[in-house]
C-alpha cells in the first residue's frame, strides 16, 4: 500500500537549521576519496596505527564473557569501570579527579555540542583562539553565538587578549597541545596564565586534549584540568589514541556541569554504546596504551620530519609554517596576496589536496593560510605532493 502521487513537502527548516552549512573538510573530502589525489587535508588518524587484532580480541572477549550486559541499554554518565580507569589515569598528586566528574559521549564532537548546548544562548559571547577547530566554531555556532576571537602569535593564545576581550564570555575554547589546526602547543605559564584569569573573571575554560598525548618528545605539558579542576572542563578522546571509529570520548567537569551535560545527553543519544566502552576498557585496562602511544608517536613525528623537510626544499622564500612538536598538523602562511581556497582549486586540478585557512577562523580570516596533515599519506607521496604545492605557490609569487 502506498499513496498515488502524494503532494511533495515543502519542507520549512527551523531558523536554526537554516544557518547550518557543512564542514568545508568534509567537502573537500569527497574529492580526495579518488585514489590518485594526495591528500594533506584530512584530520583522520593513520589507520597504521589501529590495533584491530586487539580490539577484535576484546571485542571476542567482551561478547563472549558478558555479552547481554554489552548488548543492553547502559547509563547514560557511561560505564563505570571506563569512568573509573579514566578518572584515575587524569588525577595527580595534588589533584584528584572522581568517576563522578565524568561523562562519557560519543566522540568529543558530541561533547562539544552537549556543552553548547548546555552553556550557550542565543548572542552568548564565547572566547575562541585564532584561528581554532573549526568543528568546535561549527558545533556551536547551532547555538548561534558570538564568537571572540581571541588573539594568538606563534606560541599560541595569549592570556592578556582573554582580559581584554572576555568580560561577560560563557566560555572559552582552548586547544593547548598540538592546536588544530595549527599544531602550536600553549607553554606552562601561558596555561596557568589561562587559567587564572578565566577564573578571575569566571569564565569557564573548556581544554580540548585529543591529541595531547602524541608528542614526539619529552612527556605531555601538565593538564589545566589539574591547576583548577572546579573551572577547566577537559575533554578528551579515544579516536586519535586507539580509533575515531569507535566514538568514544569524554568530558570531565565539576558536577553539576557534568549532571547538567547528562541530561542533554540523554535527550540527545541516551548513552554511548556500551559494547564499544566495554571493548574499550578492556583494550587498555592493563596498560596497552602505554606501549601503544609510543609507536603512534614515532610514526607521526617521521612523518611530520618528512614533511617539513619536504618543505623546507621545494617552498619558495616569503611562506612560513608551524613545526608542530606532536599531533597532526602543520600550519602554513602564504604571502598576503595569495587566496589558499583559490589556491585549492588550482592544486585539485594538479590532484594536490590541502584545507584553505579560512573555515578556522570564528570571526574575519586570513585568507592567505592553509593547513596540511601529514600523518595519512606515504613519505614518496608527502615529497611528491608538497614538490607539486611548492611550484604552484612558487607561481603565485
Ligand atoms: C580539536 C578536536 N576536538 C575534537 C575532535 C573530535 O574528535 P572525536 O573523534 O573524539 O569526536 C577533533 C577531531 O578531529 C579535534 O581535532
Known amino acids: 500500500m502506498k499513496l498515488e502521487n502524494p503532494t511533495p513537502i515543502n519542507w520549512k527548516f527551523s531558523e536554526r537549521a537554516e544557518q547550518l552549512q557543512s564542514s568545508v573538510i568534509r567537502e573537500i573530502l569527497k574529492v580526495t576519496m579518488r585514489p590518485e589525489v594526495i591528500s594533506f587535508a584530512g584530520g583522520l588518524p593513520s589507520p597504521e596505527t589501529f590495533p584491530v587484532e586487539r580490539m577484535k580480541a576484546a571485542f571476542d572477549k567482551v561478547l563472549s564473557e558478558q555479552g547481554k550486559t554489552a548488548l543492553q541499554y547502559g547509563p547514560t554518565d557511561g560505564y563505570a569501570p571506563l569512568r573509573e580507569f579514566i578518572a584515575a589515569s587524569l588525577s595527580t598528586a595534588d589533584c584528584k579527579i572522581l568517576p563522578e566528574q565524568i561523562l562519557m559521549v560519543s566522540g568529543s564532537q558530541q561533547g562539544l555540542d552537549l556543552l553548547g548546548k548546555v552553556l550557550v544562548d542565543e548572542g552568548s559571547k564565547i572566547l575562541v583562539e585564532t584561528p581554532s577547530y573549526l568543528g568546535a566554531l561549527q558545533a556551536f555556532s547551532v547555538y548561534q553565538p558570538q564568537f571572540e576571537s581571541v588573539d594568538t602569535d606563534e606560541h599560541g593564545l595569549i592570556p592578556a587578549s582573554v582580559a581584554a576581550k572576555g568580560e561577560g564570555a560563557r566560555l572559552m575554547y582552548a586547544l593547548p597541545n598540538f592546536q588544530n589546526p595549527t599544531g602550536r602547543t600553549l607553554s606552562i605559564e601561558r596555561r596557568m596564565e589561562l587559567v587564572e584569569t578565566c577564573a578571575r573573571m569566571g569564565i569557564p575554560l573548556i581544554e580540548d586534549n585529543p591529541y595531547g598525548d602524541l608528542c614526539y618528545s619529552g612527556e605531555p605539558l601538565p593538564k589545566m584540568l589539574n591547576m583548577n579542576p572546579n573551572g577547566v572542563i577537559y575533554m578528551g578522546s579515544f579516536s586519535k589514541v586507539l580509533t575515531p571509529g569507535i ?10 556541569l557534568i549532571r547538567k551535560l547528562e541530561q ?30 609510543p609507536t603512534i608517536r614515532t610514526f607521526y613525528s617521521r612523518q611530520c620530519d618528512v614533511m617539513l623537510e619536504a618543505m623546507t626544499k621545494f617552498f619558495p622564500q616569503g611562506v612560513t609554517w608551524t613545526r608542530p612538536e606532536g599531533g597532526m598538523f602543520i600550519w602554513v602562511t602564504l604571502p598576503k596576496h595569495i587566496d589558499s581556497k583559490l589556491l585549492l582549486d588550482e592544486a585539485i586540478q594538479h590532484n594536490i589536496a590541502f584545507v584553505p585557512g579560512g573555515p578556522f577562523y570564528a570571526n ?19 615529497n611528491e605532493g608538497i614538490e607539486k604545492l611548492g611550484k604552484l605557490i612558487k607561481a603565485k609569487m
Not at 247 to 256: A, E, M, N, S, T
Not at 367 to 374: G, Y
Open 364 to 382: 574575519e580570516a586570513e585568507k592567505n593560510t592553509l593547513r596540511l596533515s601529514f600523518v595519512t599519506v606515504s613519505p614518496e607521496r608527502i
Open 264 to 293: 542533554a545527553k540523554q535527550a540527545a543519544d541516551l548513552h554511548t554504546a556500551q559494547l564499544t566502552q566495554m571493548v574499550v576498557y578492556e583494550v587498555i585496562k592493563d596498560g596497552f596504551l602505554g606501549e601503544h602511544i
Open 247 to 256: 566514538r568514544l570520548g569524554y568530558v570531565v567537569g565539576p558536577v553539576p
